[in-house]
């Protein structure tokens, strides 16, 4: 029951399986990619797609739920849906112009973030570890966009890639922050309707707005979209969702470390991409840099 308060371990396995989902999440986008479909186009389809399938359990079981939200709530629904939506439009965008392994360890960094809000918004004084930790990242993340810029492949520009990455992380904090205080009253199924919903509404005005298809792509492009939002979205974001309610912000920001290592070994599997070394050493310096801030937020 979401009610009742469940074994210590559970929130972590939960969080585990739902690594293991959503690290497939570049990968399949770069599969859609492949197959035609703009970076909108996907970002809508697997946020809608997943709302479309969560929507009988959350009408069956949260139906009363949903009929009595607050005005506040809807509020911060809009305002969580609006940052899942950007979130995911300039990351999958993201891929479009530089490595899975930059992206995904640059839209990973929403610990830092997360420390930074915190005490920009709040007054919370961050710890010396913590403080260690967040120049460590940054160095690590400059070493990224250093090693990038050199790149020459034709198409790619590893510099506006990172910088979309980026700013999916900032969108991603913000969601987070905004989803704690509308998840902790909420049934999760509810949330996740709202909050998947809410941003597929966001991504299908900027489509018309854009002039992006949603329509008109092949059975594999849908069938890989679908795949998304079954798994990373479903899977994944929701293990995430349900979480919010056991642990801390924080402590999932930190879980989410395991993605760059997980997507990175996936995209050299299935697409090749190795590492430069100084792109591999901004790689470990941004880790490190997380891991230690997540050590100095704990104390």
Known sequence: MDSSRPPRWLPFLVLGIGLLAISF?????????????????????????????????ALWQSGHTLRSLSRRQLLLTCGAGFFLALHFATWITSLEYTSVASSTALVTTNLLWIGIASFLLFGERPSRLMLVGIVISLSGSLLIFWSDSRSSAPGSNPLLGNLLAIVGSWCFSAYLLIGRRLRANLPLPAYVWLAYGSAAIFLVVACQANGTPLTGYTDAAYLI????????????????NWSLKHVSPTFIAVVTLGEPVGSALLAWIFFGE??????????????????????????
């Open 225 to 240: 979209a679908l795949g998304m939002a079954l798994g990373p979205q479903l899977l994944g974001h929701t293990s995430y």
């Open 274 to 299: 190795s590492f430069a070394l100084l792109q591999a050493t901004g790689f470990v310096l941004l880790l490190v840099g997380i891991y230690l801030a997540a050590r100095g937020e704990g104390q």
């Open 25 to 57: 999440g570049a990968i399949l986008a770069r599969f859609a990619q492949g197959h035609g479909l703009p970076s909108l186009t996907i970002a809508t389809l697997r946020l809608g797609l997943a709302a479309l399938l969560i929507t009988p359990v």
